[in-house]
């Protein structure tokens, strides 16, 4: 997938704060792989609606969305299921490990090669550069909301889709941890090419060049 388009797009059921002001609702973007976006979205603002709009989980919306030229709206399900595996993938707010499993189970769920094996060695780097590699073996229900953040930011890279969304991943992480995880996120995806469309409630507070949005 080399674009998702958002075309005058706004919820059907509420109107977010400041939707006259927004940057995005009932305008015209394209997110265009590669490139890398800081969508800034206060609390009230449609954030967690848009980013799983974007993921084509719900139509709740005005407008459309489309991948490359397909309007989402008029893909089948399993179409779009196709497309969350290399095109689009999103970590969502409550990051949803599942919690009997393992944290590298839970990562590894990511991986849709019959040959997990290979991505055992980029697992424990991810995770041991993230501070948690000492937790793979460990089942996620016993881990902290922060561990649970990071393990799943290492399931987003471990096989990274053309665009990676993420909606507020570092809420529960001091200001070193987001640091750490914000450069091993923009490092994978540079390398993989993919786009990056981070949701956050500020501006990250330290050196970026990530296109800012307001929605």
């Given at each position: 997938?080399?674009?998702?388009?958002?075309?005058?797009?706004?919820?059907?059921?509420?109107?977010?704060?400041?939707?006259?002001?927004?940057?995005?609702?009932?305008?015209?973007?394209?997110?265009?792989?590669?490139?890398?976006?800081?969508?800034?979205?206060?609390?009230?603002?449609?954030?967690?609606?848009?980013?799983?709009?974007?993921?084509?989980?719900?139509?709740?919306?005005?407008?459309?969305?489309?991948?490359?030229?397909?309007?989402?709206?008029d893909l089948?399900?399993?179409?779009?299921?196709?497309?969350?595996?290399?095109?689009?993938?999103?970590?969502?707010?409550?990051?949803?490990?599942?919690?009997?499993?393992?944290?590298?189970?839970?990562?590894?769920?990511?991986?849709?090669?019959?040959?997990?094996?290979?991505?055992?060695?980029?697992?424990?780097?991810?995770?041991?550069?993230?501070?948690?590699?000492?937790?793979?073996?460990?089942?996620?229900?016993?881990?902290?909301?922060?561990e649970r953040?990071?393990?799943?930011?290492?399931?987003?890279?471990?096989?990274?889709?053309?665009?990676?969304?993420?909606?507020?991943?570092?809420?529960?992480?001091?200001?070193?941890?987001?640091?750490?995880?914000?450069?091993?996120?923009?490092?994978?995806?540079?390398?993989?090419?993919?786009?990056?469309?981070?949701?956050?409630?500020?501006?990250?507070?330290?050196?970026?060049?990530?296109?800012?949005?307001?929605?």
């Open positions: 997938m080399d674009n998702i388009v958002l075309e005058n797009i706004s919820p059907k059921y509420f109107t977010p704060k400041n939707i006259e002001q927004s940057e995005i609702w009932n305008r015209n973007i394209a997110f265009q792989k590669g490139k890398k976006f800081l969508i800034v979205a206060p609390s009230g603002s449609g954030k967690s609606t848009l980013a799983t709009a974007i993921l084509g989980t719900h139509f709740q919306y005005e407008g459309n969305i489309k991948y490359d030229q397909h309007v989402v709206k089948h399900l399993e179409k779009i299921v196709e497309h969350r595996k290399a095109g689009i993938s999103l970590l969502f707010q409550d990051v949803r490990l599942i919690k009997n499993l393992t944290v590298s189970e839970n990562i590894l769920l990511r991986v849709f090669d019959k040959d997990r094996e290979k991505f055992i060695p980029k697992m424990e780097e991810y995770a041991e550069r993230l501070g948690i590699r000492n937790l793979l073996d460990k089942k996620a229900e016993n881990c902290s909301y922060g953040q990071r393990s799943a930011i290492v399931r987003s890279l471990i096989n990274p889709t053309d665009f990676l969304v993420y909606d507020e991943c570092f809420s529960h992480l001091d200001f070193n941890n987001r640091k750490i995880a914000f450069s091993l996120i923009d490092e994978v995806s540079r390398e993989s090419g993919s786009s990056v469309i981070f949701f956050e409630l500020n501006e990250f507070p330290f050196e970026h060049e990530y296109q800012i949005l307001h929605l």
